[in-house]
């Protein structure tokens, strides 16, 4: 299996541009997350979807940040428009399950530098 | 909402054995367990559901006290390949989230 893949694996943009960030699950897998991982706070959930139907987008910072599902094997990210403190590593995982009780498997990320 | 972890970094012997907590503020249905490399995603360990079950994976086990919303990562004998930051994730009884915790910087040396 290929496990979860995403990309692309580095972008460096400038402040005010678009930024989106492409995964693909697991394939057979249900749950799809997205983190976000930064020294200052650590490993963040931002969204999560089940079926291709967004759970709990609670994570998500601002309206500047969009998550998109539209099938399952297939998922974006979007940032618009981008600003230096969104500077991170962005994780996708891929479930079998919903989060209760599901093992998650990581994509290798993508590292975001916003200039 | 975020569970702590403790310690926030350890440094052992090859050999040594460690502990790894983490506690959380909510009644909690279940704990994963994962493990981070430098510049790595972080790979899956173990899950601990409600009812006190201890789990093992090689020389690496774990508990989980649902009572107290603690669980403890147990690692025996060290190895240099257990260096990483190990993370715990704790789901709520209540609600939908998932949080990682502050994580556990582990290092062992020869």
């Known amino acids: 299996d290929a496990g979860v893949i995403q990309s692309p694996r580095h972008e460096v943009t400038e402040m005010g541009q678009e930024v989106t960030l492409r995964c693909k699950p697991i394939?057979?897998?249900?749950?799809l997350f997205w983190y976000r991982q930064t020294m200052m706070r650590g490993l963040e959930l931002l969204i999560y979807?089940?079926?291709?139907?967004?759970?709990?987008d609670s994570g998500m910072p601002e309206d500047r940040f969009s998550a998109k599902m539209p099938n399952a094997s297939f998922s974006t990210l979007k940032i618009q428009p981008s600003e230096p403190r969104d500077s991170a590593v962005y994780f996708c995982a891929s479930s079998l399950l919903r989060v209760r009780g599901g093992e998650q498997y990581f994509g290798p990320g993508t590292r975001l530098t916003v200039t | 909402q975020q569970p702590v972890q403790s310690p926030q970094a350890v440094i052992l012997r090859e050999g040594e054995d460690a502990v790894i907590n983490c506690s959380s503020s909510?009644?909690?249905?279940?704990v994963h367990w994962y493990r981070q490399k430098h510049g790595e995603a972080p790979v899956f360990l173990m899950i601990l559901l409600k009812g006190g079950e201890q789990k093992g994976h090689e020389k690496i086990s774990a508990s989980f006290n649902e009572k107290k919303q603690q669980s403890s990562l147990y690692l025996t004998a060290s190895q240099l390949s257990y260096s990483g930051t190990y993370f715990c994730?704790?789901?709520?009884?209540?609600?939908?989230?998932?949080?990682f915790g502050t994580g556990t910087s582990l290092t062992v040396i020869p």
């Open positions: 394939s057979g897998h249900n749950s």
């Open positions: 909510k009644a909690l249905y279940s």
């Open positions: 994730g704790t789901e709520a009884e209540a609600g939908n989230q998932f949080y």
């Open positions: 979807f089940n079926n291709n139907v967004p759970i709990d």
